[in-house]
């Protein structure tokens, strides 16, 4: 089991910058790959980010791609999402989720995801 706790969003200007954290239960961590996933009101969840269990290869959405890094520190069983040069379309909650393979989190049938936080950018 592992439980997953989104921390870093808020309320912050267009063309700020913002940093999500991820912190993961359990000592399996380094076994899952991680995404980052939004939802904005009224829309469908999307993907936003994946990293791989040792952290060497990413993959972004388009909508963000330049803009947001995704990384993750196996010692401390945390993974995070850098968001720069933020637009308000960003506005949305935003999931991590882990997955014991790559495909769980590009079909964003995740084993675990976690309770979202909250990233507001206004204009």
């Known amino acids: 089991q592992v439980q997953l706790v989104e921390s870093g969003g808020g309320l912050v200007q267009a063309g700020g910058s913002l940093r999500l954290s991820c912190a993961a239960s359990?000592?399996?961590?380094?076994?899952?790959?991680m995404g980052w996933f939004r939802q904005a009101l009224g829309k469908e969840r999307e993907f936003v980010a994946r990293?791989?269990?040792?952290?060497?290869?990413?993959y972004y959405a388009d909508s963000v791609k330049g803009r947001f890094t995704i990384s993750r520190d196996n010692a401390k069983n945390t993974v995070y999402l850098q968001m720069d040069s933020l637009k308000p379309e960003d506005t949305a909650v935003y999931y991590c989720?882990?997955?014991?393979?790559?495909?769980?989190?590009?079909?964003?049938?995740?084993?675990?995801w976690g309770q979202g936080t909250q990233v507001t950018v206004s204009s």
């Open positions: 989720a882990a997955g014991r393979s790559v495909s769980s989190i590009a079909t964003m049938i995740p084993d675990y």
């Open positions: 359990g000592r399996t961590f380094s076994s899952y790959h």
């Open positions: 990293l791989s269990k040792s952290g060497e290869n990413t």
